[in-house]
Protein backbone atom coordinates (compact mmCIF):
# COMPACT_ATOMS: atom_id res chain seq x y z
CA UNK A 1 0.00 0.00 0.00
CA UNK A 2 1.40 3.09 -1.13
CA UNK A 3 1.86 6.23 1.60
CA UNK A 4 -0.74 8.79 -0.15
CA UNK A 5 -3.54 5.87 -0.49
CA UNK A 6 -3.05 4.98 2.97
CA UNK A 7 -3.52 8.27 4.38
CA UNK A 8 -6.49 8.79 2.24
CA UNK A 9 -8.05 5.65 4.20
CA UNK A 10 -7.00 7.91 7.18
CA UNK A 11 -8.86 10.67 6.31
CA UNK A 12 -11.77 8.96 5.18
CA UNK A 13 -12.23 6.80 7.80
CA UNK A 14 -11.83 9.78 10.42
CA UNK A 15 -15.01 11.13 7.93
CA UNK A 16 -16.16 8.49 8.30
CA UNK A 17 -16.44 7.89 12.21
CA UNK A 18 -16.84 11.45 12.95
CA UNK A 19 -20.05 11.19 10.69
CA UNK A 20 -21.79 8.49 11.71
CA UNK A 21 -21.19 9.50 15.50
CA UNK A 22 -22.09 13.08 15.33
CA UNK A 23 -25.93 12.46 15.26
CA UNK A 24 -25.74 10.43 18.52
CA UNK A 25 -28.67 11.07 21.58
CA UNK A 26 -27.19 10.99 24.86
CA UNK A 27 -28.73 8.07 25.67
CA UNK A 28 -26.68 6.11 23.93
CA UNK A 29 -23.41 7.24 24.82
CA UNK A 30 -22.35 4.59 26.68
CA UNK A 31 -23.46 1.90 24.70
CA UNK A 32 -21.59 3.57 21.81
CA UNK A 33 -18.79 3.99 23.32
CA UNK A 34 -18.90 0.30 24.27
CA UNK A 35 -19.49 -0.51 20.99
CA UNK A 36 -16.53 1.42 19.30
CA UNK A 37 -14.60 -0.11 22.17
CA UNK A 38 -15.12 -3.73 20.33
CA UNK A 39 -14.54 -2.11 16.91
CA UNK A 40 -11.04 -1.13 17.72
CA UNK A 41 -10.93 -4.92 19.23
CA UNK A 42 -10.08 -5.92 15.36
CA UNK A 43 -6.47 -5.63 16.63
CA UNK A 44 -6.92 -9.19 17.15
CA UNK A 45 -6.28 -9.93 13.70
CA UNK A 46 -3.25 -7.96 13.61
CA UNK A 47 -2.03 -9.63 16.24
CA UNK A 48 -2.32 -12.85 15.20
CA UNK A 49 -0.59 -12.02 12.24
CA UNK A 50 1.92 -10.95 14.48
CA UNK A 51 2.23 -13.89 16.38
CA UNK A 52 1.82 -15.98 13.51
CA UNK A 53 5.00 -14.34 11.82
CA UNK A 54 6.52 -14.61 15.62
CA UNK A 55 10.49 -17.00 15.45
CA UNK A 56 12.08 -16.07 18.75
CA UNK A 57 10.52 -17.14 22.09
CA UNK A 58 10.10 -13.26 23.66
CA UNK A 59 8.35 -12.63 20.21
CA UNK A 60 6.28 -15.26 21.09
CA UNK A 61 5.54 -14.72 24.68
CA UNK A 62 4.86 -10.90 23.76
CA UNK A 63 2.81 -12.30 19.98
CA UNK A 64 0.89 -14.50 22.56
CA UNK A 65 0.03 -11.42 25.43
CA UNK A 66 -0.84 -9.46 22.43
CA UNK A 67 -3.38 -12.14 20.84
CA UNK A 68 -4.81 -12.79 24.47
CA UNK A 69 -5.20 -9.15 24.97
CA UNK A 70 -6.99 -8.36 22.14
CA UNK A 71 -9.49 -11.58 21.76
CA UNK A 72 -10.21 -10.25 25.63
CA UNK A 73 -10.90 -6.60 23.95
CA UNK A 74 -13.28 -8.19 20.95
CA UNK A 75 -15.05 -10.31 23.38
CA UNK A 76 -15.37 -8.25 26.37
CA UNK A 77 -16.56 -5.33 24.49
CA UNK A 78 -19.03 -7.49 21.89
CA UNK A 79 -20.38 -9.15 26.05
CA UNK A 80 -20.90 -5.63 27.71
CA UNK A 81 -22.39 -3.80 24.82
CA UNK A 82 -24.62 -6.79 23.59
CA UNK A 83 -25.99 -6.50 27.20
CA UNK A 84 -26.71 -3.02 26.95
CA UNK A 85 -28.56 -2.26 23.99
CA UNK A 86 -30.40 -5.92 24.98
CA UNK A 87 -31.93 -3.66 27.85
CA UNK A 88 -32.51 -1.13 26.00
CA UNK A 89 -34.70 -3.10 23.67
CA UNK A 90 -36.52 -4.88 26.23
CA UNK A 91 -37.20 -1.73 28.20
CA UNK A 92 -38.84 -0.61 24.88
CA UNK A 93 -41.21 -3.72 24.56
CA UNK A 94 -41.82 -3.86 28.39
CA UNK A 95 -45.00 -5.14 29.91
CA UNK A 96 -47.40 -2.92 31.11
CA UNK A 97 -46.62 -2.11 35.10
CA UNK A 98 -43.60 -4.39 35.23
CA UNK A 99 -40.91 -2.93 36.53
CA UNK A 100 -38.60 -5.91 37.31
CA UNK A 101 -38.71 -7.00 33.39
CA UNK A 102 -35.26 -6.42 32.90
CA UNK A 103 -33.89 -6.79 36.52
CA UNK A 104 -34.46 -11.16 36.71
CA UNK A 105 -31.51 -11.26 33.69
CA UNK A 106 -29.10 -8.21 34.59
CA UNK A 107 -29.07 -8.90 38.54
CA UNK A 108 -27.35 -12.54 38.21
CA UNK A 109 -23.83 -11.01 39.44
CA UNK B 1 4.93 -8.06 5.27
CA UNK B 2 3.73 -6.00 2.66
CA UNK B 3 3.82 -8.67 0.75
CA UNK B 4 0.57 -10.09 2.75
CA UNK B 5 -1.11 -7.64 1.22
CA UNK B 6 -1.07 -8.68 -2.44
CA UNK B 7 -0.91 -12.38 -1.48
CA UNK B 8 -4.38 -13.19 -0.08
CA UNK B 9 -7.38 -12.04 -2.24
CA UNK B 10 -10.00 -13.53 0.26
CA UNK B 11 -8.52 -12.57 3.16
CA UNK B 12 -8.70 -9.28 1.59
CA UNK B 13 -12.07 -9.58 -0.13
CA UNK B 14 -13.10 -10.49 3.96
CA UNK B 15 -11.46 -7.96 5.86
CA UNK B 16 -13.36 -5.41 3.15
CA UNK B 17 -16.27 -7.19 4.25
CA UNK B 18 -15.64 -6.80 8.09
CA UNK B 19 -15.02 -3.04 7.41
CA UNK B 20 -18.46 -2.52 6.08
CA UNK B 21 -20.22 -4.75 8.79
CA UNK B 22 -18.31 -2.41 11.24
CA UNK B 23 -19.60 0.96 9.52
CA UNK B 24 -23.23 -0.06 9.63
CA UNK B 25 -22.64 -1.89 12.70
CA UNK B 26 -21.66 1.67 14.62
CA UNK B 27 -24.41 3.50 12.19
CA UNK B 28 -27.15 1.63 13.45
CA UNK B 29 -25.59 1.83 17.18
CA UNK B 30 -26.34 5.52 16.63
CA UNK B 31 -30.23 5.06 17.25
CA UNK B 32 -32.17 3.56 20.16
CA UNK B 33 -34.21 1.75 17.21
CA UNK B 34 -31.52 -0.73 15.40
CA UNK B 35 -28.86 -0.30 18.37
CA UNK B 36 -29.12 -4.36 18.97
CA UNK B 37 -28.81 -5.71 15.99
CA UNK B 38 -25.63 -3.06 15.38
CA UNK B 39 -23.40 -4.68 17.82
CA UNK B 40 -24.85 -8.33 15.91
CA UNK B 41 -23.55 -6.71 12.62
CA UNK B 42 -20.45 -5.44 13.81
CA UNK B 43 -20.22 -8.92 15.53
CA UNK B 44 -20.44 -10.84 12.41
CA UNK B 45 -17.63 -8.62 10.49
CA UNK B 46 -15.62 -9.94 13.93
CA UNK B 47 -16.06 -13.20 13.30
CA UNK B 48 -15.47 -12.94 9.66
CA UNK B 49 -11.91 -11.17 10.06
CA UNK B 50 -10.91 -13.73 12.95
CA UNK B 51 -11.54 -16.47 10.44
CA UNK B 52 -9.85 -15.47 7.51
CA UNK B 53 -6.76 -14.14 9.28
CA UNK B 54 -6.17 -18.02 10.19
CA UNK B 55 -5.64 -18.40 6.66
CA UNK B 56 -2.75 -15.99 6.44
CA UNK B 57 0.26 -17.66 4.16
CA UNK B 58 2.74 -18.80 6.17
CA UNK B 59 1.31 -18.54 9.52
CA UNK B 60 2.95 -20.54 12.61
CA UNK B 61 2.41 -20.80 15.67
CA UNK B 62 -1.48 -21.33 14.85
CA UNK B 63 -1.94 -23.86 18.04
CA UNK B 64 -0.51 -20.79 20.46
CA UNK B 65 -3.05 -18.28 18.30
CA UNK B 66 -6.13 -20.64 19.35
CA UNK B 67 -5.37 -20.74 22.65
CA UNK B 68 -4.31 -17.53 23.46
CA UNK B 69 -7.59 -16.71 21.85
CA UNK B 70 -9.53 -19.04 23.72
CA UNK B 71 -8.28 -18.32 27.05
CA UNK B 72 -8.64 -14.51 26.19
CA UNK B 73 -12.05 -14.97 25.20
CA UNK B 74 -13.17 -16.92 28.02
CA UNK B 75 -12.61 -14.61 30.64
CA UNK B 76 -13.40 -11.41 28.97
CA UNK B 77 -16.83 -13.29 28.51
CA UNK B 78 -17.59 -14.85 31.33
CA UNK B 79 -16.02 -11.13 33.03
CA UNK B 80 -18.50 -9.13 30.49
CA UNK B 81 -21.70 -11.02 31.31
CA UNK B 82 -21.28 -11.08 35.03
CA UNK B 83 -20.32 -7.72 35.62
CA UNK B 84 -23.27 -5.33 37.23
CA UNK B 85 -24.08 -2.69 35.23
CA UNK B 86 -23.03 0.21 37.41
CA UNK B 87 -19.41 -1.45 37.28
CA UNK B 88 -19.38 -0.81 32.68
CA UNK B 89 -17.30 1.77 33.01
CA UNK B 90 -14.34 0.36 34.23
CA UNK B 91 -15.11 -2.47 32.57
CA UNK B 92 -14.99 -0.68 28.88
CA UNK B 93 -11.91 1.07 30.70
CA UNK B 94 -10.07 -2.75 31.20
CA UNK B 95 -11.31 -4.00 28.10
CA UNK B 96 -10.13 -0.84 26.31
CA UNK B 97 -6.75 -1.17 27.70
CA UNK B 98 -6.52 -5.01 26.82
CA UNK B 99 -6.73 -3.25 23.08
CA UNK B 100 -4.00 -0.37 23.41
CA UNK B 101 -2.19 -3.59 25.02
CA UNK B 102 -2.58 -5.62 22.08
CA UNK B 103 -1.57 -2.85 19.83
CA UNK B 104 1.62 -1.68 21.76
CA UNK B 105 2.25 -5.94 22.02
CA UNK B 106 2.31 -6.13 17.80
CA UNK B 107 4.69 -2.82 17.62
CA UNK B 108 6.82 -4.75 20.29
CA UNK B 109 6.84 -8.21 18.34
CA UNK B 110 8.08 -5.95 15.17
CA UNK B 111 10.46 -3.70 17.12
CA UNK B 112 12.29 -6.66 18.67
CA UNK B 113 12.12 -8.54 15.65
CA UNK B 114 14.26 -5.53 14.20
CA UNK B 115 11.70 -3.89 12.78
CA UNK B 116 10.87 -3.52 8.61
CA UNK B 117 13.11 -0.89 6.65
CA UNK B 118 10.37 1.64 6.13
CA UNK B 119 10.74 4.62 7.59
CA UNK B 120 7.10 5.78 7.23
CA UNK B 121 5.75 1.83 8.25
CA UNK B 122 9.13 2.23 11.18
CA UNK B 123 7.77 5.56 12.56
CA UNK B 124 4.24 4.49 12.92
CA UNK B 125 4.80 1.23 13.99
CA UNK B 126 6.61 3.20 16.96
CA UNK B 127 3.92 6.13 17.49
CA UNK B 128 1.44 3.27 17.79
CA UNK B 129 3.65 1.38 20.23
CA UNK B 130 3.53 4.42 22.58
CA UNK B 131 -0.33 5.58 21.88
CA UNK B 132 -1.08 1.77 22.82
CA UNK B 133 1.07 1.49 25.57
CA UNK B 134 -0.11 4.75 27.49
CA UNK B 135 -3.82 3.64 26.80
CA UNK B 136 -3.09 0.46 28.17
CA UNK B 137 -1.29 1.48 31.65
CA UNK B 138 -3.39 4.69 31.66
CA UNK B 139 -7.04 2.67 30.86
CA UNK B 140 -5.29 -0.45 34.18
CA UNK B 141 -5.34 2.85 36.30
CA UNK B 142 -8.87 4.39 35.48
CA UNK B 143 -10.35 0.57 36.19
CA UNK B 144 -8.34 0.82 39.46
CA UNK B 145 -9.58 3.83 40.34
CA UNK B 146 -13.39 3.75 39.65
CA UNK B 147 -13.55 0.13 40.71
CA UNK B 148 -12.25 1.82 43.94
CA UNK B 149 -9.06 0.03 44.31
CA UNK B 150 -6.32 2.96 43.83
CA UNK B 151 -8.50 5.57 46.31
CA UNK B 152 -6.29 8.76 46.43
CA UNK B 153 -5.45 10.91 43.42
CA UNK B 154 -1.11 11.45 43.81
CA UNK B 155 -0.60 14.95 43.05
CA UNK B 156 2.63 17.11 43.83
CA UNK B 157 3.85 20.01 42.59
CA UNK B 158 6.22 19.65 39.45
CA UNK B 159 3.80 16.93 37.98
CA UNK B 160 2.94 17.98 35.36
CA UNK B 161 6.85 18.86 34.08
CA UNK B 162 7.74 15.41 35.32
CA UNK B 163 5.12 13.79 32.72
CA UNK B 164 6.33 16.48 30.16
CA UNK B 165 10.37 14.93 30.70
CA UNK B 166 8.33 11.61 30.93
CA UNK B 167 7.00 12.02 27.19
CA UNK B 168 10.21 13.50 25.84
CA UNK B 169 12.35 10.56 26.92
CA UNK B 170 9.15 7.97 25.11
CA UNK B 171 9.87 10.78 21.99
CA UNK B 172 13.87 10.55 21.91
CA UNK B 173 13.34 6.84 22.55
CA UNK B 174 11.25 6.38 19.63
CA UNK B 175 12.73 8.62 17.65
CA UNK B 176 15.88 6.87 18.08
CA UNK B 177 14.26 3.35 17.51
CA UNK B 178 13.10 5.13 14.04
CA UNK B 179 16.31 6.61 13.31
CA UNK B 180 18.43 2.89 13.82
CA UNK B 181 15.52 0.55 13.80
CA UNK B 182 18.09 -2.43 14.20
CA UNK B 183 18.47 -1.45 17.66
CA UNK B 184 19.48 -3.47 20.26
CA UNK B 185 16.60 -5.14 22.56
CA UNK B 186 17.50 -3.17 25.69
CA UNK B 187 16.66 0.24 23.48
CA UNK B 188 13.16 -1.20 22.82
CA UNK B 189 12.28 -2.56 26.43
CA UNK B 190 13.26 0.97 27.72
CA UNK B 191 11.35 2.65 25.07
CA UNK B 192 8.32 0.30 26.37
CA UNK B 193 9.02 0.75 29.28
CA UNK B 194 8.91 4.75 29.88
CA UNK B 195 5.52 4.47 27.76
CA UNK B 196 3.78 2.39 29.54
CA UNK B 197 5.18 4.68 32.80
CA UNK B 198 3.59 7.59 30.75
CA UNK B 199 0.13 6.29 31.05
CA UNK B 200 0.29 5.56 34.90
CA UNK B 201 1.68 9.28 35.75
CA UNK B 202 -0.37 10.93 33.49
CA UNK B 203 -3.88 9.09 34.65
CA UNK B 204 -2.85 8.58 38.42
CA UNK B 205 -3.36 12.64 39.15
CA UNK B 206 -6.87 12.42 37.52
CA UNK B 207 -9.81 12.55 39.90
CA UNK B 208 -12.69 10.09 39.72
CA UNK B 209 -15.30 12.38 38.67
CA UNK B 210 -13.33 13.01 34.98
CA UNK B 211 -12.36 9.53 34.76
CA UNK B 212 -15.30 8.96 32.16
CA UNK B 213 -13.57 11.73 29.92
CA UNK B 214 -10.03 9.95 30.48
CA UNK B 215 -11.89 6.22 29.41
CA UNK B 216 -13.19 8.06 26.26
CA UNK B 217 -10.18 9.53 25.40
CA UNK B 218 -8.21 6.39 25.78
CA UNK B 219 -10.63 4.67 24.01
CA UNK B 220 -9.76 7.14 21.25
CA UNK B 221 -6.06 6.17 21.83
CA UNK B 222 -6.22 2.83 20.92
CA UNK B 223 -8.35 3.49 18.02
CA UNK B 224 -5.25 5.47 16.83
CA UNK B 225 -2.98 2.83 17.92
CA UNK B 226 -4.80 0.10 16.17
CA UNK B 227 -5.10 2.15 13.26
CA UNK B 228 -1.29 3.22 13.10
CA UNK B 229 -0.47 -0.92 13.48
CA UNK B 230 -2.24 -1.51 10.72
CA UNK B 231 -0.47 0.81 8.93
CA UNK B 232 2.86 -0.11 9.82
CA UNK B 233 1.68 -4.55 9.16
CA UNK B 234 -0.44 -3.17 5.92
CA UNK B 235 -3.95 -4.35 7.12
CA UNK B 236 -6.36 -2.14 5.80
CA UNK B 237 -8.99 -3.36 7.85
CA UNK B 238 -7.36 -2.12 11.39
CA UNK B 239 -6.50 1.42 9.66
CA UNK B 240 -9.99 1.48 9.12
CA UNK B 241 -11.48 0.46 12.10
CA UNK B 242 -9.01 1.96 14.21
CA UNK B 243 -9.65 5.04 12.73
CA UNK B 244 -13.29 5.12 12.73
CA UNK B 245 -12.70 4.72 16.14
CA UNK B 246 -10.15 7.07 17.12
CA UNK B 247 -12.24 10.14 15.70
CA UNK B 248 -15.80 8.84 17.16
CA UNK B 249 -14.12 8.66 20.31
CA UNK B 250 -12.22 12.04 20.14
CA UNK B 251 -15.40 12.80 19.32
CA UNK B 252 -17.50 11.59 22.01
CA UNK B 253 -15.25 12.93 24.32
CA UNK B 254 -15.31 16.47 23.33
CA UNK B 255 -19.06 15.95 24.16
CA UNK B 256 -18.38 14.46 27.59
CA UNK B 257 -16.11 17.00 28.67
CA UNK B 258 -18.35 19.58 26.93
CA UNK B 259 -21.20 18.09 29.34
CA UNK B 260 -18.92 18.72 32.03
CA UNK B 261 -17.90 22.02 30.97
CA UNK B 262 -14.08 20.69 31.36
CA UNK B 263 -11.87 21.34 28.46
CA UNK B 264 -9.53 18.02 27.87
CA UNK B 265 -6.56 20.49 28.76
CA UNK B 266 -7.89 20.77 31.84
CA UNK B 267 -8.71 17.40 32.76
CA UNK B 268 -5.36 16.06 31.46
CA UNK B 269 -3.34 18.95 33.57
CA UNK B 270 -5.14 20.21 36.62
CA UNK B 271 -5.86 17.96 39.50
CA UNK B 272 -9.81 18.34 39.88
CA UNK B 273 -9.49 18.71 43.35
CA UNK B 274 -6.45 21.96 43.46
CA UNK B 275 -8.68 24.31 43.68
CA UNK B 276 -12.00 22.22 45.86
CA UNK B 277 -9.92 22.30 49.11
CA UNK B 278 -10.72 25.97 49.30
CA UNK B 279 -14.37 25.75 47.97
CA UNK B 280 -15.11 22.55 50.25
CA UNK B 281 -13.66 24.28 53.15
CA UNK B 282 -15.68 27.18 52.34
CA UNK B 283 -18.46 29.71 52.83
CA UNK B 284 -22.15 27.22 52.70
CA UNK B 285 -24.70 29.45 54.89
CA UNK B 286 -27.29 27.53 56.87
CA UNK B 287 -28.31 24.51 58.09
CA UNK B 288 -28.58 20.64 57.13
CA UNK B 289 -32.59 20.38 57.80
CA UNK B 290 -33.94 16.67 58.13
CA UNK B 291 -37.49 15.12 56.90
CA UNK B 292 -39.00 12.10 57.86
CA UNK B 293 -39.82 9.70 55.28
CA UNK B 294 -43.58 9.65 56.59
CA UNK B 295 -43.30 13.65 56.05
CA UNK B 296 -41.89 13.03 52.52
CA UNK B 297 -44.48 10.60 51.34
CA UNK B 298 -47.54 13.01 52.30
CA UNK B 299 -45.97 15.72 50.48
CA UNK B 300 -45.36 13.76 47.37
CA UNK B 301 -48.57 11.55 47.38
CA UNK B 302 -50.44 15.10 47.30
CA UNK B 303 -48.17 16.91 44.78
CA UNK B 304 -48.78 17.26 40.95
CA UNK B 305 -45.84 16.98 39.64
CA UNK B 306 -42.79 15.59 41.14
CA UNK B 307 -38.83 15.03 39.22
CA UNK B 308 -36.86 12.55 40.33
CA UNK B 309 -33.27 13.33 40.29
CA UNK B 310 -31.35 10.31 40.34
CA UNK B 311 -26.99 9.98 40.30
CA UNK B 312 -24.51 7.42 40.43
CA UNK B 313 -25.33 6.89 44.69
CA UNK B 314 -28.68 5.61 43.59
CA UNK B 315 -27.38 2.44 41.74
CA UNK B 316 -24.32 2.37 43.96
CA UNK B 317 -27.31 1.57 46.50
CA UNK B 318 -29.27 -0.59 43.69
CA UNK B 319 -31.85 1.63 44.69
CA UNK B 320 -33.29 1.95 40.73
CA UNK B 321 -36.00 -0.72 41.14
CA UNK B 322 -37.44 0.39 44.60
CA UNK B 323 -37.19 3.66 43.25
CA UNK B 324 -39.38 2.93 40.00
CA UNK B 325 -41.68 1.14 42.08
CA UNK B 326 -42.27 4.43 44.33
CA UNK B 327 -43.22 6.14 41.10
CA UNK B 328 -45.55 3.93 39.81
CA UNK B 329 -47.83 4.11 43.25
CA UNK B 330 -47.10 7.84 42.52
CA UNK B 331 -48.57 7.57 39.04
CA UNK B 332 -51.24 5.61 39.75
CA UNK B 333 -52.32 8.19 42.13
CA UNK B 334 -52.37 11.31 39.38
CA UNK B 335 -48.86 12.15 39.95
CA UNK B 336 -47.14 13.14 37.43
CA UNK B 337 -43.43 11.97 37.58
CA UNK B 338 -40.36 12.24 35.61
CA UNK B 339 -36.89 11.68 35.96
CA UNK B 340 -34.17 14.13 34.71
CA UNK B 341 -30.85 13.20 33.89
CA UNK B 342 -27.70 15.51 33.81
CA UNK B 343 -25.53 14.46 30.70
CA UNK B 344 -23.13 13.15 33.52
CA UNK B 345 -25.32 11.47 35.86
CA UNK B 346 -23.79 7.90 36.08
CA UNK B 347 -20.43 7.93 35.41
CA UNK B 348 -20.70 8.37 31.91
CA UNK B 349 -23.10 9.91 29.70
CA UNK B 350 -25.82 8.20 29.09
CA UNK B 351 -24.97 5.63 32.29
CA UNK B 352 -27.81 6.65 34.18
CA UNK B 353 -30.27 5.47 31.26
CA UNK B 354 -28.64 2.13 30.88
CA UNK B 355 -29.23 1.72 34.98
CA UNK B 356 -33.08 2.80 34.58
CA UNK B 357 -33.54 0.64 31.59
CA UNK B 358 -32.59 -2.03 33.34
CA UNK B 359 -35.14 -1.10 36.37
CA UNK B 360 -37.49 -1.21 33.34
CA UNK B 361 -38.10 2.91 33.72
CA UNK B 362 -40.11 3.46 30.24
CA UNK B 363 -38.49 6.50 28.05
CA UNK B 364 -40.91 8.67 28.09
CA UNK B 365 -41.13 9.37 31.54
CA UNK B 366 -37.02 10.39 31.56
CA UNK B 367 -35.83 13.73 30.15
CA UNK B 368 -32.40 15.21 29.93
CA UNK B 369 -31.29 18.18 31.29
CA UNK B 370 -32.48 20.60 28.15
CA UNK B 371 -36.02 19.78 28.37
CA UNK B 372 -36.25 19.32 31.90
CA UNK B 373 -34.66 22.57 33.21
CA UNK B 374 -37.39 25.04 32.55
CA UNK B 375 -40.28 22.82 34.58
CA UNK B 376 -38.54 22.64 37.64
CA UNK B 377 -39.81 26.11 39.02
CA UNK B 378 -43.74 23.72 38.49
CA UNK B 379 -42.85 20.84 40.63
CA UNK B 380 -43.31 20.38 43.77
CA UNK B 381 -41.08 17.88 44.36
CA UNK B 382 -38.13 17.15 43.59
CA UNK B 383 -36.19 14.54 44.42
CA UNK B 384 -32.72 13.85 44.88
CA UNK B 385 -31.39 10.49 45.16
CA UNK B 386 -27.53 9.98 44.73
CA UNK B 387 -26.88 13.09 42.84
CA UNK B 388 -24.70 15.85 44.07
CA UNK B 389 -22.96 17.86 42.09
CA UNK B 390 -25.32 18.47 39.16
CA UNK B 391 -27.76 19.87 41.48
CA UNK B 392 -24.87 22.43 43.35
CA UNK B 393 -25.71 25.91 42.54
CA UNK B 394 -22.30 27.04 42.86
CA UNK B 395 -22.26 25.82 39.51
CA UNK B 396 -23.57 28.72 38.42
CA UNK B 397 -22.48 31.66 40.52
CA UNK B 398 -19.17 30.70 42.62
CA UNK B 399 -17.07 31.32 40.46
CA UNK B 400 -13.99 30.16 43.09
CA UNK B 401 -15.62 26.91 42.54
CA UNK B 402 -14.01 23.93 40.10
CA UNK B 403 -17.65 22.94 39.04
CA UNK B 404 -18.10 26.91 37.81
CA UNK B 405 -20.14 27.06 34.65
CA UNK B 406 -21.02 23.37 34.45
CA UNK B 407 -24.69 23.07 33.39
CA UNK B 408 -26.97 21.84 36.42
CA UNK B 409 -30.36 20.39 36.75
CA UNK B 410 -32.64 23.45 38.60
CA UNK B 411 -33.22 21.44 40.87
CA UNK B 412 -33.31 24.24 43.55
CA UNK B 413 -36.11 25.96 41.34
CA UNK B 414 -38.67 23.15 43.32
CA UNK B 415 -41.28 23.69 45.69
CA UNK B 416 -39.69 21.53 47.76
CA UNK B 417 -36.26 19.78 47.36
CA UNK B 418 -35.87 16.31 49.22
CA UNK B 419 -32.54 15.25 49.05
CA UNK B 420 -31.78 10.98 49.97
CA UNK B 421 -28.52 11.12 51.40
CA UNK B 422 -26.63 8.33 53.48
CA UNK B 423 -25.08 10.81 55.96
CA UNK B 424 -23.68 14.50 55.66
CA UNK B 425 -20.15 14.43 53.80
CA UNK B 426 -19.06 15.70 50.34
CA UNK B 427 -20.09 14.06 47.37
CA UNK B 428 -17.44 12.35 44.95
CA UNK B 429 -15.76 15.61 43.98
CA UNK B 430 -15.34 16.60 47.24
CA UNK B 431 -17.12 20.06 46.65
CA UNK B 432 -19.75 21.04 49.36
CA UNK B 433 -23.31 21.16 48.31
CA UNK B 434 -25.22 24.64 48.21
CA UNK B 435 -28.26 23.45 47.63
CA UNK B 436 -28.61 21.11 50.66
CA UNK B 437 -29.18 24.05 52.77
CA UNK B 438 -31.19 25.77 51.35
CA UNK B 439 -34.65 27.06 53.38
CA UNK B 440 -36.99 24.86 50.93
CA UNK B 441 -34.12 21.68 51.29
CA UNK B 442 -35.39 18.83 53.05
CA UNK B 443 -32.82 15.83 54.09
CA UNK B 444 -33.98 12.14 54.07
CA UNK B 445 -30.76 10.42 55.67
CA UNK B 446 -30.72 7.00 55.05
CA UNK B 447 -29.14 4.34 52.99
CA UNK B 448 -30.98 4.77 49.12
CA UNK B 449 -32.92 1.93 48.96
CA UNK B 450 -33.84 2.00 52.58
CA UNK B 451 -35.06 5.60 52.38
CA UNK B 452 -37.40 4.05 48.77
CA UNK B 453 -38.45 1.22 50.81
CA UNK B 454 -39.48 3.36 53.42
CA UNK B 455 -41.00 5.57 51.45
CA UNK B 456 -42.93 3.03 49.23
CA UNK B 457 -44.52 1.87 52.26
CA UNK B 458 -44.99 5.37 53.70
CA UNK B 459 -46.92 6.06 50.67
CA UNK B 460 -49.36 3.14 50.66
CA UNK B 461 -50.42 4.10 54.13
CA UNK B 462 -51.01 7.74 53.27
Not at chain 1, 9 to 28: K, Q
Not at chain 2, 282 to 302: C, H, N, Q, T, Y
Amino acid sequence: MTGIVAIYIFMLAAFTGYEVISRVPVILHTPLMSGSNFVHGIVLVGAMAALGAASSPLEKAIGFVGVLLAAGNAVGGYAVTERMLEMFKASGARRPGGGAGGSAAAGKH
Amino acid sequence: MSSLFNAALGIQASYLVTAFLFIVGLKRMSSPVTARSGILWAGAGMVIATLASFFFPGMSNLPLILIAIVIGGAIAWISGRRVPMTAIPQMIALYNGMGGGAAAAIAAVELYRGGNAQTAAGALAVLGGIIGAVSFSGSLIAFGKLQGLIQRSLRFPGQNLLNLLILLAVLVLGATLIAALSAGASLVTAFFVVALLLGITMTLPIGGADMPVVISLYNAFTGLAVAFEGFAIGNAVMIVAGMIVGSAGTLLTQLMAKAMNRSLGNVLFSGFGDTGKAAAAGDVKGSLKPIEAADVAVMMAFAQSVIVVPGYGMAVAQAQHKVWELCQLLIERGVRVRFAIHPVAGRMPGHMNVLLAEAGVPYDLIADLDEINGEFENADVALIIGANDVVNPVARNDKSSPIYGMPILNADKAKNVIVIKRGQGAGFSGIENALFYLDNTRMLYGDGQAAASALISAVKAV
